[in-house]
């Protein structure tokens, strides 16, 4: 497609269950980035990936997030039993390196 | 760290006033700058971009942005705002140290009276 597609755009976990946040970049985009994006606030850095090389994940909350993009295509986040204060708006964006960034819908994740 | 400043947390202006949004960064070397809007239920959508050269940049729909380097600011400007404008208004920046990671402000609400 021409945009970046985020999959599931809703998703409702009950608390302690995984989930698993899909994102397919721009086709030839290097640069992938997850962001975690509260009410009401600005898009917070998660993790970054140059191909399939995660070179930054110093804004992962904790061990329970987890992204990996083997290929250097398809991006995956996964949260480990979710908490209530996992509930966000995740966004996956991607670019050339040190470009503007083109973002996808995001998925909200609910946590109940 | 680097990090970005947007004071504006909800502006509220009648259409055809003029809009300026503050948007300081706080980096010493180069990088690139941003402002992202949101519309309600849409994504993040680049509004204008600075990379070099004329720091006085222009984007879509009418707005432009001032980049000044001794202030360490970027703040967004438009001369007649339109009810079309309201939105979440995202100010953005690149370090070049930081491996190209993106870093935004928390956001500014504009909400247009008609």
């Known amino acids: 497609g021409a945009g970046v597609s985020q999959s599931p755009r809703y998703k409702v976990a009950k608390r302690g269950q995984d989930v698993a946040l899909r994102c397919d970049p721009i086709s030839g985009h290097v640069s992938l980035f997850w962001y975690q994006q509260a009410l009401g606030q600005g898009p917070e850095f998660l993790t970054y990936f140059q191909n399939e090389a995660q070179l930054d994940k110093s804004g992962l909350p904790s061990d329970r997030f987890f992204a990996e993009r083997p290929e250097g295509s398809v991006s995956t986040l996964k949260i480990q039993r979710t908490q209530q204060e996992d509930s966000a708006v995740y966004l996956c964006a991607s670019s050339f390196p040190a470009e503007e960034a083109f973002f996808g819908q995001g998925t909200r994740l609910t946590v109940v | 760290a680097q990090s970005v400043s947007q004071h504006n947390h909800h502006v509220i202006l009648s259409e055809a006033a003029s809009l300026e949004l503050g948007c300081n960064y706080s980096y010493g070397g180069t990088v690139n700058l941003f402002w992202y809007v949101q519309y309600p239920g849409q994504h993040l959508q680049l509004l204008l971009k600075?990379?070099?050269?004329?720091?006085l940049v222009k984007g879509i729909k009418g707005f432009e942005a001032e980049f000044i380097k001794s202030k360490f600011s970027f703040n967004l400007r438009k001369p007649s705002v339109q009810w079309s404008d309201t939105a979440e208004y995202f100010c953005?920046?690149?370090?070049?140290?930081?491996?190209?990671?993106?870093?935004f402000g928390s956001g500014t609400r504009l909400s247009i009276r008609p």
């Open positions: 600075y990379f070099s050269g004329d720091p």
């Open positions: 953005a920046v690149i370090a070049y140290s930081s491996a190209s990671k993106i870093i």
